[in-house]
């Protein structure tokens, strides 16, 4: 928000310009720039103004800018002889890198240059020069500050001079003088002339009117346009600029209507009807959405509540008689308005952030008072003021104990007093009142940061935080975190982050579109859905990438699925089921690139599982590998991996018809682990074994079974039956073939046998390897291969 210094300096008294800027960005209010005139420009006298001999279109002017009369051609037309302008003398750079220089000028010299407000980068106005207050000191420099100021949401207050000026009394402890003077009533009654209805109290929270008549619609006075173009606001007639200029001074919008072009004599404050449009200043004619708060009279739409107004009650230059606005409308209605129609106004963006309601009357009358200033017109008696369910006032108890353990420095009761009340909280018997511009402090707390702030972060004294005993152990979700991390690292995986918002179609590919949570303002109809699953955003990694010539890529998430919760929503239970999960998709060349060495080498299922196995090595948790069936999975490679009898996770080759579906290249191969579980399967602290002091003893051991059965399967039953010598199973062979009768398959085993306290003998060894063979012939059906 732009802010003019010399405005400022209307409410209260200013240190340096510097020095204020310091102040109110540490108070929380940002000075993100300081526009000012440059070096070098000082207010000049034009004493004389003469025709240039060689040309028609420049004039040959001499100013006194206090080092005597200067001649300097100049080519605007606004000025006359006596005015006091800007003169930019020999020497000085202008905002855009113009240095001025004596220069000739069709045969004239000319020392310096008459300048513009847009010249000297104080606003956008061009049309001639700028014309200084008569009582503005010959040779003095232009005073003309404005600061840049980074509001923050939640401060609305501070979205105007008053507001800004009240901090720095604050700050300063200056006294804060007040704009308002009393309104000059004359005719009849506003009452007689218009009337209010509020047909919707819940967005509408109070809505007064005044009517102003014989108004003349004429630009408006210099000074009056010179503040508005300094904060950004281009100037447009008397009554329009007047409406700004309070919002700019006040943080309140207004609006003017004709109220000749109002019918009925009504102001209605309601929904639209079905296919009801609305023509907005902007030339836009728009469909009003059921939720459109609009104010019409009692046949048509005449503005969108708190956002834009209707060019059918437009003040034009004809407007006699002005029905003035200035209302308070519920922070939610106007921002979904306003983010429906694509349409942010500065009226909208005070609206969103809250206005003070109490306020609307001295606001509504301080308007009416400059309308008829300016336009010459009369304030009918009476403010038409409807106020449904008027707001009672908020109160926050604070304790001077409470303060000094929160800021961890005294502070006098007194001091914070004086502090509370100067930014205008009352001090009653128990607590303070709130005024209702600070709809942000609501507790204790905020009362507590509000004398800190303005007191000084700096008086707080630099203290080391009390330590620990002892140190508290990392929790176990953050090293499951930081394990895997590390090994996805380390198996050639980057990291990606991606949105939670996908597309229904994202999803479908997966068959996992059903009960997802679709968002109400959604970023784009690509973004409108929650994911149930990090694929949807993966894969789309995968085609983007691709689409920009990777020729292989492995990437991760770490991230969370939303899944909708049947219980959700009531109460202050999410709506959504929340589950995180870490998932990774590999394509393309094994090593990203082609090498002499491996050429042409592309990743298979194997690298997808070998990323997940190292995750498990990393978390030292023992897991089997079993068949998988899903629909985003193709049939020929697709696992899940198990442990203690919970699945962890899958892993597969994505289907080709998901494929088709999201535009992706063959040969995607995704993995996907539920973090929650990774964390109550880890094993953080291994326990270590020594080593034995005796010898181990191998044997190989070849079973026939069932070719569909699994080898995790087989070799957990051949080391459970081995116990207690048994240490070891690795399959080293699978052989299926003529050898072999057809549904079965040859799994040959290295054993490994050892014992912890003795050197095992040989007919212990074959009476552990006969009660393998029988067991597998018994359970399972094997046998002994001769």
């Not at 219980?567 to 394509?587: D, I, M, S």
């Not at 090498?595 to 897991?623: G, M, P």
């Not at 442990?643 to 998901?658: D, F, N, S, W």
């Not at 299926?736 to 912890?756: C, D, H, M, W």
């Given at each position: 928000m732009k802010v003019s210094v010399e405005w400022l300096s209307d409410y209260v008294a200013l240190p340096s310009v510097d020095e204020l800027a310091k102040k109110l960005t540490f108070a929380g209010l940002e000075i993100e720039a300081i526009e000012r005139p440059p070096a070098g420009v000082l207010a000049g006298k034009i004493l004389e103004s003469v025709k240039h001999p060689q040309a028609d279109k420049l004039s040959v002017t001499k100013v006194d800018f206090g080092r005597g009369p200067t001649q300097i051609v100049c080519g605007a037309k606004n000025y006359q002889v006596g005015d006091i302008v800007p003169v930019a003398t020999v020497g000085t750079k202008l905002p855009n890198g113009t240095e001025i220089k004596e220069a000739e000028l069709r045969g004239v010299k000319s020392s310096g240059m008459l300048c513009s407000a847009r010249e000297l980068g104080l606003s956008q106005d061009h049309e001639g020069l700028m014309i200084l207050p008569p009582e503005t000191k010959i040779g003095s420099t232009i005073d003309r500050v404005t600061f840049e100021v980074n509001v923050t949401p939640n401060r609305g207050d501070a979205l105007s001079h008053v507001g800004i000026a009240r901090e720095i009394a604050a700050l300063t402890g200056k006294a804060l003088k007040s704009p308002a003077k009393p309104v000059v009533e004359g005719g009849g009654d506003a009452a007689a002339k218009i009337s209010v209805k509020i047909e919707d109290p819940s967005r509408c929270l109070r809505y007064a009117a005044r009517v102003i008549e014989g108004v003349k619609v004429k630009p408006s006075p210099r000074w009056l346009q010179e503040r508005l173009e300094a904060c950004g606001v281009r100037a447009i007639n008397n009554l329009v600029d007047v409406t700004n200029y309070v919002m700019l001074e006040h943080g309140q919008p207004l609006h003017a209507f004709d109220l000749d072009k109002l019918t009925g004599a009504q102001i209605v404050v309601r929904l639209p009807k079905a296919g009801e449009k609305l023509k907005t200043l902007d030339g836009k004619e728009r469909t009003l959405e059921p939720e459109d708060l609009l104010i019409c009279d009692r046949e048509k739409p005449l503005a969108l509540a708190g956002v834009m107004g209707g060019a059918t009650s437009e003040v034009t230059d004809a407007t006699t008689r002005v029905l003035l606005e200035c209302a308070s409308f519920a922070p939610a209605a106007v921002r979904r308005t306003s983010k429906r129609h694509a349409l942010h106004t500065e009226s909208s963006h005070r609206f969103e952030r809250g206005t003070d309601i109490v306020a609307v009357p001295q606001v509504a009358d301080r308007a009416a008072q400059l309308i008829a200033e300016l336009g010459g017109g009369t304030v009918l008696k009476g403010l038409v003021d409807v106020y449904p369910k008027p707001v009672q006032p908020r109160r926050v108890k604070l304790e001077e104990k409470r303060l000094a353990a929160l800021l961890g420095v005294e502070v006098p009761a007194e001091e914070a007093q004086h502090i509370l009340e100067a930014l205008g909280f009352k001090r009653g018997l128990e607590a303070y009142e709130v005024p209702q511009w600070r709809p942000d402090v609501s507790r204790?707390?905020?009362?507590?940061?509000?004398?800190?702030?303005?007191?000084?972060?700096?008086?707080?004294?630099?203290?080391?935080?009390?330590?620990?005993?002892?140190?508290?152990?990392?929790?176990?979700?953050?090293?499951?975190?930081?394990?895997?991390?590390?090994?996805?690292?380390?198996?050639?995986?980057?990291?990606?982050?991606?949105?939670?918002?996908?597309?229904?179609?994202?999803?479908?590919?997966?068959?996992?579109?059903?009960?997802?949570?679709?968002?109400?303002?959604?970023?784009?109809?690509?973004?409108?859905?929650?994911?149930?699953?990090?694929?949807?955003?993966?894969?789309?990694?995968?085609?983007?990438?691709?689409?920009?010539?990777?020729?292989?890529?492995?990437?991760?998430?770490?991230?969370?699925?939303?899944?909708?919760?049947?219980?959700?929503?009531?109460?202050?239970?999410?709506?959504?089921?929340?589950?995180?999960?870490?998932?990774?998709?590999?394509?393309?060349?094994?090593?990203?690139?082609?090498?002499?060495?491996?050429?042409?080498?592309?990743?298979?299922?194997?690298?997808?599982?070998?990323?997940?196995?190292?995750?498990?090595?990393?978390?030292?948790?023992?897991?089997?590998?079993?068949?998988?069936?899903?629909?985003?999975?193709?049939?020929?490679?697709?696992?899940?991996?198990?442990?203690?009898?919970?699945?962890?996770?899958?892993?597969?080759?994505?289907?080709?018809?998901?494929?088709?579906?999201?535009?992706?290249?063959?040969?995607?191969?995704?993995?996907?682990?539920?973090?929650?579980?990774?964390?109550?399967?880890?094993?953080?602290?291994?326990?270590?074994?020594?080593?034995?002091?005796?010898?181990?003893?191998?044997?190989?051991?070849?079973?026939?079974?069932?070719?569909?059965?699994?080898?995790?399967?087989?070799?957990?039953?051949?080391?459970?039956?081995?116990?207690?010598?048994?240490?070891?199973?690795?399959?080293?062979?699978?052989?299926?073939?003529?050898?072999?009768?057809?549904?079965?398959?040859?799994?040959?085993?290295?054993?490994?046998?050892?014992?912890?306290?003795?050197?095992?003998?040989?007919?212990?060894?074959?009476?552990?390897?006969?009660?393998?063979?029988?067991?597998?012939?018994?359970?399972?059906?094997?046998?002994?291969?001769?």
């Open positions: 204790e707390e905020d009362l507590i940061e509000e004398v800190a702030r303005i007191r000084g972060y700096d008086t707080i004294p630099l203290k080391l935080p009390g330590g620990l005993g002892a140190l508290a152990p990392e929790a176990p979700a953050v090293t499951v975190e930081r394990r895997v991390r590390v090994a996805l690292a380390g198996e050639g995986v980057d990291e990606v982050v991606n949105y939670s918002f996908v597309a229904p179609a994202e999803l479908a590919a997966f068959g996992a579109e059903k009960g997802a949570i679709a968002l109400s303002n959604p970023l784009s109809a690509e973004q409108s859905v929650m994911r149930t699953t990090l694929y949807a955003s993966l894969v789309p990694n995968v085609v983007r990438s691709v689409r920009h010539q990777a020729s292989g890529l492995r990437f991760y998430e770490w991230g969370r699925s939303y899944r909708p919760d049947p219980e959700g929503g009531k109460g202050a239970r999410p709506v959504a089921n929340e589950t995180v999960e870490v998932a990774g998709v590999l394509w393309g060349l094994r090593d990203r690139a082609r090498t002499w060495t491996n050429k042409d080498a592309v990743v298979d299922f194997y690298d997808a599982k070998a990323a997940v196995e190292a995750v498990l090595s990393a978390l030292h948790i023992e897991a089997s590998w079993a068949n998988f069936d899903s629909p985003w999975y193709h049939p020929r490679a697709s696992a899940m991996v198990s442990a203690g009898g919970v699945v962890l996770g899958t892993v597969g080759e994505l289907h080709p018809r998901a494929a088709r579906a999201l535009d992706a290249p063959a040969g995607v191969y995704l993995f996907q682990l539920e973090v929650e579980k990774l964390i109550a399967a880890s094993r953080l602290v291994p326990k270590a074994q020594g080593l034995s002091a005796y010898p181990s003893v191998r044997r190989d051991i070849a079973l026939v079974v069932k070719a569909e059965l699994q080898q995790a399967e087989l070799r957990r039953l051949i080391l459970d039956i081995g116990k207690p010598l048994l240490v070891d199973a690795q399959v080293f062979d699978v052989y299926t073939g003529t050898q072999i009768a057809e549904g079965l398959k040859n799994v040959a085993f290295a054993l490994e046998y050892r014992s912890p306290e003795r050197t095992l003998k040989d007919d212990e060894v074959k009476q552990a390897h006969d009660r393998i063979v029988a067991e597998v012939q018994k359970q399972l059906g094997g046998a002994l291969r001769a």
